[in-house]
């Protein structure tokens, strides 16, 4: 994950503690993005990965030691 991809998942944490849930995760077979829950359709955020690649980067971002095999 890039610099931005980690900052969108701060947000999201930070969303998800504060129970805003402003946003919300979509995820398709071949992209995952974050959509403004106050705005219909608007889209966020696009994560540089997906599939995974996005899974070993978020064990990763958690401090979870994760490669790919």
């Known amino acids: ?16 503690l504060n129970r805003i849930y402003r946003y919300k995760v979509i995820v398709d077979n071949d992209s995952v993005w974050i959509e403004d829950t106050r705005q219909e359709g608007k889209v966020c955020h696009e994560f540089s990965e997906y599939g995974y690649e996005l899974v070993v980067q978020l064990f990763r971002y958690f401090g979870i030691y994760a490669e790919l095999c």
Do not use: H
């Open 1 to 16: 994950m890039n610099k931005d991809d980690n900052r969108w998942m701060d947000i999201l944490i930070d969303d998800k």
